[in-house]
């Protein structure tokens, strides 16, 4: 039988052995926190708080000026036909496109809730604005733009208030 002070020395090491596992436990899950993916407004700041006028800007780096108010000026005239077969694939198939945009006044001011007047999810006569949007940010991988450039974060555009859980769209006037 072993002596008094073996069994002391083994239940020592039990539970030393024990408290380091737990330990362990707790450093792991603290690195897991640490490691979380970023996602904008909600585990890392927000830079597009105002969401789509906030993507929606001139890059003369790229040449590329994609402001809300430069796409409209643009597709009063026509829109592109490249982006009007996207567009199609996005309304419903009863839906006659015109292949332009008329001018809207004050359009600019409140963006995008100023564009759901035309564009609300009854809507017969123009695209839905969700169905039009989640499939021209969302759909066409590496050629889509707000995929390569934002990896298609949500919260670009989906806003949480972290305080009631409700979700709201970014909007704002144009720059």
Do not use: Y
């Not at 108010?69 to 996207?86: N, Y």
């Not at 963006?111 to 949007?133: D, M, Q, Y």
């Not at 991988?141 to 409700?166: V, W």
């Amino acid at each position: 039988m072993p002596k008094l002070s073996h069994l002391v020395l083994i239940i020592i090491l039990g539970l030393a052995i024990c408290g380091f596992a737990i330990n362990a436990a707790f450093e792991g899950q603290e690195q897991a926190a640490a490691q979380l993916r970023p996602i904008p407004g909600i585990t890392a700041p927000d830079k597009f708080p105002r969401g789509c006028v906030d993507c929606h800007i001139n890059h003369p780096e790229m040449n590329m000026d994609v402001r809300i108010s430069t796409l409209l000026r643009h597709w009063k005239d026509a829109v592109d036909p490249a982006l009007l077969a996207k567009v199609r694939a996005f309304s419903p198939a009863d839906m006659a496109l015109k292949g332009k945009h008329p001018e809207v006044e004050g359009a600019l001011a409140d963006i995008p809730n100023a564009c759901l007047k035309c564009h609300s999810r009854k809507s017969t006569s123009v695209p839905p604005f969700s169905r039009l949007l989640h499939g021209l940010h969302l759909v066409g991988g590496e050629k889509n733009f707000f995929l390569t450039m934002f990896q298609g974060e949500c919260t670009h555009c989906h806003k949480l208030d972290l305080a009631t859980g409700s979700w709201s769209l970014g909007s704002g006037a144009e720059k």
